[in-house]
């Protein structure tokens, strides 16, 4: 049987499936680098690719006996100009250009804008960035048919380039009709979670669980990437399960020196509220063509886990890069290098994240006191839903959690928590039986040999959700070696 240790570290690596890295001896090698999940990118390929991809990380889930988290990220609504005469035009500095509902081709001073939404809607002094914020546009005049606009920066132009309207909140829906089949999709195979692209609006969330149902066990990321979901950030993270900083576009409708302290800012309210935290986008972008990074690059994605976030991830770096194993091992390294820092801990506790009047709340924040004052090798978590270890993963404890549950689902989605190593076993009927079954999981998981002492977290009655109501440290004697 394949064997695959823990991490050691608990900062989590999310890796981007692409043509570099989908075939099945690559995505191996990537696990083996230390990935922790997959990211399939809806926006490229098409569903039977894509079922490919799931199939292969399933079975890499049964030959390690690990789970895996596989995450299907959907497009979202991407505005875009049309087409035009040559391919191509260029704007010149400081040229009027008129963006139009003509569909005929355009040219070096217009273009059709097939987003009939936009017209009436912006006004004089707004800006439309085109091709990732490359050509920069102000808006002179608007009406109902054309948008004329100053080109502060102009450049060359091509067919459909993205368009950004960083200044008002467009009146679109945030799932298109693709989104809505690739949803379905991902739903049908059971992705583990979805990545809802340009949220603006916390209804925008709710759609989407509508649109997943009740029975689907697949949590629901809130990518934050418009200026207008920062306004409403405290509602969108309370309706999403995993949120992430979703750099490209953000950086994008935001001057460069606002993401750094905004990502931080998005982090924190994260973290506060309990739920698990992706930081994404250009880490280690020169890995694309380089087999090393740039100090900026190391120094990027340290900060990250300095900050406590529960996921760093690799974009094109896997999914297109000429280096996709090596940019998730150097990732793994960083990662394993920050924790060890004497100053790791002191800075991921710069965050007070008070526990709520619950009596699982109070007895998480306990395991991590309790682990600060007592010589304590790891806290093991008894959970069917996963949220008391999502409550003591909150608290950033110092020590290793080893999460048991007998549902896969959640094994799966504790790829994305901070600090959790799961394993799915059979439930537990007794606290005689939690006693003896966290001990041996935990000395056969390697966390934990003669001597050792665990924290148990887990809710009376047994297998009850919602009802995590006991702590119990125990100490490992040498009868459990015998019996591991």
Same mark, same amino acid.
């Given at each position: 049987?394949?064997?695959?240790?823990?991490?050691?570290?608990?900062?989590?690596?999310?890796?981007?499936?692409?043509?570099?890295?989908?075939?099945?001896?690559?995505?191996?090698?990537?696990?083996?680098?230390?990935?922790?999940?997959? $990211?399939?990118?809806?926006?490229?390929?098409?569903?039977?690719?894509?079922?490919?991809?799931?199939?292969?990380?399933?079975?890499?889930?049964?030959?390690?006996?690990?789970?895996?988290?596989?995450?299907?990220?959907?497009?979202?609504?991407?505005?875009?100009?049309?087409?035009?005469?040559?391919?191509?035009?260029?704007? &010149?500095?400081?040229?009027?250009?008129?963006?139009?509902?003509?569909?005929?081709?355009?040219?070096?001073?217009?273009?059709? =804008?097939?987003?009939?939404?936009?017209?009436?809607?912006?006004?004089?002094?707004?800006?439309? %960035?085109?091709?990732?914020?490359?050509?920069?546009?102000?808006? *002179?005049?608007?009406?109902?048919?054309?948008? =004329?606009?100053?080109?502060?920066?102009?450049?060359?132009?091509?067919?459909?380039?993205?368009?950004?309207?960083?200044?008002?909140?467009?009146?679109?829906?945030?799932?298109?009709?693709?989104?809505?089949?690739? %949803?379905?999709?991902?739903?049908?195979?059971?992705?583990?979670?979805? @990545?809802?692209?340009?949220?603006?609006?916390?209804?925008?969330?709710?759609?989407?669980? $509508?649109? /997943?149902?009740? @029975?689907?066990?697949?949590?629901?990321?809130?990518?934050?990437?418009?200026?207008?979901?920062?306004?409403?950030?405290?509602?969108?993270?309370? =309706?999403?399960?995993?949120? /992430?900083?979703? &750099?490209?576009?953000?950086?994008?409708?935001?001057?460069?020196?606002?993401?750094?302290?905004?990502?931080?800012?998005?982090?924190?309210?994260?973290?506060?509220?309990?739920?698990?935290?992706?930081?994404? !986008?250009?880490?280690?972008?020169?890995?694309?063509?380089?087999?090393?990074? !740039?100090?900026?690059?190391?120094?990027?994605?340290?900060?990250?886990?300095?900050?406590?976030?529960?996921?760093? /991830?690799?974009?094109?770096?896997?999914?297109?890069?000429?280096?996709?194993?090596? @940019?998730?091992?150097?990732?793994? $390294?960083?990662?394993?290098?920050?924790? #060890?820092?004497?100053?790791?801990?002191?800075? *991921?506790?710069?965050?007070? !994240?008070?526990?709520?009047?619950?009596?699982?709340?109070?007895?998480?924040?306990?395991?991590?006191?309790?682990?600060?004052?007592?010589?304590?090798?790891?806290?093991?978590?008894?959970?069917?839903?996963?949220? !008391?270890?999502? #409550?003591?993963?909150?608290?950033?404890?110092?020590?290793?959690? =080893?999460? %048991?549950?007998?549902?896969?689902?959640?094994?799966?989605? /504790?790829?994305?928590?901070?600090?959790?190593?799961?394993?799915?076993?059979?439930?537990?009927?007794?606290?005689?039986?939690?006693?003896?079954?966290?001990?041996?999981?935990?000395?056969?998981?390697?966390?934990?040999?003669?001597?050792?002492?665990?924290?148990?977290?887990?809710?009376?009655?047994?297998?009850?959700?919602?009802?995590?109501?006991?702590?119990?440290?125990?100490?490992?004697?040498?009868?459990?070696?015998?019996?591991?």
């Amino acid at each position: 049987m394949a064997k695959l240790e823990p991490r050691g570290r608990k900062v989590k690596i999310l890796a981007t499936v692409g043509p570099a890295s989908r075939e099945p001896h690559m995505l191996r090698k990537l696990l083996l680098a230390g990935a922790d999940a997959f $990211r399939v990118n809806m926006s490229h390929g098409d569903h039977a690719t894509h079922a490919e991809t799931i199939a292969a990380i399933r079975a890499l889930e049964k030959e390690f006996h690990r789970p895996i988290a596989i995450l299907c990220d959907l497009q979202g609504p991407k505005l875009r100009v049309g087409t035009f005469q040559d391919g191509q035009a260029v704007i &010149r500095h400081g040229s009027h250009f008129t963006l139009d509902r003509n569909p005929e081709p355009g040219d070096d001073t217009r273009v059709c =804008l097939p987003h009939p939404e936009l017209f009436g809607l912006l006004g004089k002094g707004q800006r439309l %960035l085109i091709n990732d914020g490359k050509i920069r546009l102000r808006v *002179i005049r608007a009406d109902e048919s054309a948008i =004329l606009c100053s080109a502060e920066v102009g450049g060359v132009i091509s067919d459909r380039k993205g368009v950004n309207v960083p200044d008002a909140e467009v009146p679109i829906p945030a799932l298109t009709e693709k989104d809505r089949r690739d %949803l379905a999709f991902a739903v049908e195979h059971k992705a583990d979670c979805i @990545a809802l692209s340009f949220v603006q609006r916390p209804e925008d969330l709710a759609e989407a669980r $509508r649109l /997943m149902g009740s @029975a689907s066990g697949a949590a629901l990321c809130a990518k934050i990437e418009k200026p207008q979901a920062v306004q409403r950030l405290g509602e969108i993270i309370e =309706l999403s399960d995993i949120v /992430m900083v979703a &750099r490209g576009d953000l950086g994008v409708e935001l001057n460069p020196e606002e993401v750094p302290p905004l990502q931080k800012r998005i982090v924190n309210a994260a973290r506060t509220q309990g739920k698990p935290v992706i930081v994404a !986008t250009q880490m280690l972008e020169s890995m694309i063509e380089s087999p090393a990074p !740039t100090r900026a690059e190391v120094s990027d994605v340290a900060n990250a886990v300095y900050d406590g976030a529960d996921v760093v /991830m690799l974009s094109a770096e896997t999914a297109a890069g000429q280096w996709p194993e090596e @940019a998730v091992a150097i990732m793994h $390294r960083i990662g394993s290098e920050v924790e #060890r820092d004497p100053g790791y801990k002191g800075r *991921i506790r710069f965050l007070e !994240t008070l526990p709520d009047p619950t009596t699982a709340d109070a007895l998480s924040h306990a395991c991590m006191t309790i682990a600060e004052n007592m010589p304590i090798n790891a806290i093991v978590v008894f959970t069917g839903s996963g949220s !008391t270890a999502r #409550r003591v993963a909150r608290e950033r404890p110092g020590v290793p959690m =080893l999460v %048991l549950t007998p549902d896969n689902v959640t094994a799966r989605r /504790m790829c994305l928590v901070w600090g959790a190593h799961a394993v799915a076993t059979k439930d537990i009927g007794s606290f005689e039986e939690m006693i003896a079954k966290g001990k041996r999981m935990a000395l056969r998981h390697g966390f934990a040999k003669a001597g050792s002492k665990l924290i148990a977290l887990a809710g009376v009655p047994f297998g009850t959700p919602g009802s995590t109501n006991l702590l119990h440290v125990v100490t490992l004697t040498g009868d459990e070696l015998t019996r591991k």
